[in-house]
């Protein structure tokens, strides 16, 4: 009896240290360069912005899907993108500029973070065929020497540290 509960605790470890492997190789991102993006990528990105410069590209593995997530200069402005490896738009965050960040946001991060500076603000949008809907901002502020990304609801209800929103999903 004690051989049998021995082996099952043996092949139980096993399974989880192979579940672990597994779940970290689903966050681990590989950097690629912007030549080298399958050609449905290059395209999605040309058709959604059209002289656009691709500063940085990572190839991920969320919850099993393979997701680029594309960095990108256009006319100026700085942009983020998740595209699913069949070329479709997920997501695209947009740079705001200072001046143009609503009160609602500025006002919601210096009263979680009175002592913080906001370095950026990136208007992040979900995307459904050519339609953009924006869904909160992520914003990074310096704090103490450090920089950190919180987001923030549309309405500047809510902010939260990065890293928290997925906690509560």
Known sequence: MRGIIGGVSVIAGIALVILATASLADEKAEKIAPDKLP??????????????????????????????????????????????????????????????????????????????????????????GKEEKPIHYEVTIETDGKKKEVVVSLDGKTVKEEGEEKKEK
């Open 39 to 128: 050609q449905k990528i290059k395209d999605s990105i040309k058709e959604r912005f059209p002289g656009a410069e691709v500063t940085g590209a990572e190839k991920e593995n969320e919850n099993g899907q393979i997701m680029y997530d594309i960095e990108l200069k256009h006319e100026g402005r700085k942009y983020e993108m998740d595209i699913k490896e069949d070329g479709t738009i997920v997501e695209i965050e947009k740079e705001i500029a200072s001046k143009d960040v609503p009160e609602a946001i500025t006002k919601a991060v210096k009263r979680k973070f009175p002592t913080a500076t906001i370095k950026e603000v990136m208007e992040v949008n979900k995307v459904t």
